[in-house]
């Protein structure tokens, strides 16, 4: 099954590129060789250039400390298990007291470093980070990967914190919704959604279809459209029948 997913406002839009930026970081750093651990500083940089675009650690708090007062208010109910309810406001607790004790602005430990701001510069230049442009980066490229990974971990640390929290805020907004099964006839499905918010949507479909989504959304109406590639890879409408499974998620 392929899932895929749509950020209906923009500050899910960001969040979705973090996550996706940071599961490319977390694979290329558990490579060896020095051309991997490159691609996972170069990442790095990419984080801070969409984190940049907005005061996300506020953002975060506020919404952890929003999910906890909501979780608080099921302590009454008698259909919430007590200790699946208290592992994951204690998780919030953790997650958000770890944001709060991160000091200074996203990143700032990047931007303060002369020597990592002179390799982002050349990064933005395609194949600017050559050891003629810079002989520093080629030398430190060259010490083990051992030391290389020391250095690229100390990098991110200030950052991890946020990218918890980051994980936290999906993670609950994914469980938010339940899945519905649907049929798209002729390869289309529309569905009112009468000027209810949503957060985000997830659609499944079993990969053996060949189907391809192409999603557009807003709070009054959600069409999906779905696709399928020939041999030169250029989507064309596929006119079948094709069945899906839909999550609407809010908080």
């Given at each position: 099954m392929i899932v895929y997913e749509?950020?209906?406002?923009?500050?899910?839009?960001?969040?979705?590129?973090?996550?996706?930026l940071y599961d490319k970081f977390k694979f290329f750093i558990q490579q060896e060789h020095a051309m991997q651990h490159h691609?996972?500083?170069a990442t790095i940089f990419d984080m801070l250039e969409v984190a940049g675009r907005a005061d996300l650690k506020s953002d975060l708090l506020q919404e952890l400390e929003r999910q906890r007062q909501s979780l608080l208010g099921y302590r009454s109910?008698?259909?919430?298990?007590?200790?699946?309810?208290?592992a994951i406001l204690s998780e919030l607790d953790s997650v958000s007291g770890a944001l709060v004790s991160a000091q200074g602005k996203t990143g700032q430990n990047i931007r303060d470093n002369e020597w990592l701001?002179?390799?982002r510069g050349r990064t933005i230049i395609p194949g600017g980070a050559c050891e003629f442009d810079l002989p520093s980066y080629y030398a430190w490229q060259q010490r083990s990967s051992e030391q290389r990974l020391a250095d690229i971990h100390a990098w991110f640390a200030p950052l991890a914190p946020l990218f918890a929290a980051l994980a936290l805020v999906l993670r609950l907004l994914r469980d938010s919704g339940g899945p519905v099964?649907?049929?798209?006839?002729?390869?289309?499905?529309?569905?009112?959604?009468?000027?209810k918010v949503y957060q985000m949507l997830r659609l499944t479909l079993d990969e053996?279809?060949?189907?391809i989504p192409e999603?557009?959304?807003?709070?009054?109406?959600?069409?999906v459209r779905f696709t399928t590639q020939g041999g030169d890879?250029?989507?064309?409408?596929?006119?079948?029948?094709?069945?899906f499974e839909l999550t609407l998620c809010n908080f």
């Open positions: 749509y950020p209906f406002n923009e500050r899910i839009r960001t969040l979705l590129r973090l996550e996706d691609v996972a500083l109910n008698p259909n919430v298990e007590p200790h699946t309810l208290d701001m002179s390799i099964k649907l049929i798209a006839s002729a390869g289309s499905y529309q569905q009112m959604l009468q000027g053996s279809s060949g189907a999603i557009s959304a807003n709070k009054y109406m959600l069409w890879l250029k989507p064309k409408p596929l006119e079948e029948d094709v069945p």
